[in-house]
Nanobody, 121 residues
Framework: QVQLVESGGGLVQAGGSLRLSCAAS????????MGWFRQAPGKEREFVAA????????YYADSVKGRFTISRNNAGNTVFLQMNSLKPEDTAVYYC??????????????WGQGTQVTVSS
């Protein structure tokens, strides 16, 4: 059974930074692309960033491009989301997800439980 456990969320002032981590287990981590999503109160879950299995390809939502960086450590079975220049509108529960294949796609088959990020103005 694949398990994804996020950590690193918290409360930060606007303009600050946070680094989210997602520890994966249950299948060979380096075989699968990974993604980060978020869901703000009253809104649908939205895509944030994705990374291919080897880390050579990344993709970002326009709203976070230039501020967020996704990376991964395959030896440590962990994917990261470095979030800089945070804005109040970045406040949401952040989820990591594992894709069934190695390339970035729209399909994800496992999800974590989420970690809360709150950005105060």
């Amino acid at each position: 059974q694949v398990q994804l456990v996020e950590s690193g969320g918290g409360l930060v002032q606007a303009g600050g930074s946070l680094r989210l981590s997602c520890a994966a287990s249950g299948r060979t981590f380096s075989n699968n692309a990974m993604g980060w999503f978020r869901q703000a109160p009253g809104k649908e879950r939205e895509f944030v960033a994705a990374i291919s299995r080897g880390g050579g390809s990344t993709y970002y939502a326009d709203s976070v491009k230039g501020r967020f960086t996704i990376s991964r450590n395959n030896a440590g079975n962990t994917v990261f989301l470095q979030m800089n220049s945070l804005k109040p509108e970045d406040t949401a529960v952040y989820y990591c997800a594992s894709a069934p294949g190695g390339r970035i796609s729209d399909e994800y088959d496992y999800w974590g439980q989420g970690t809360q990020v709150t950005v105060s103005s």
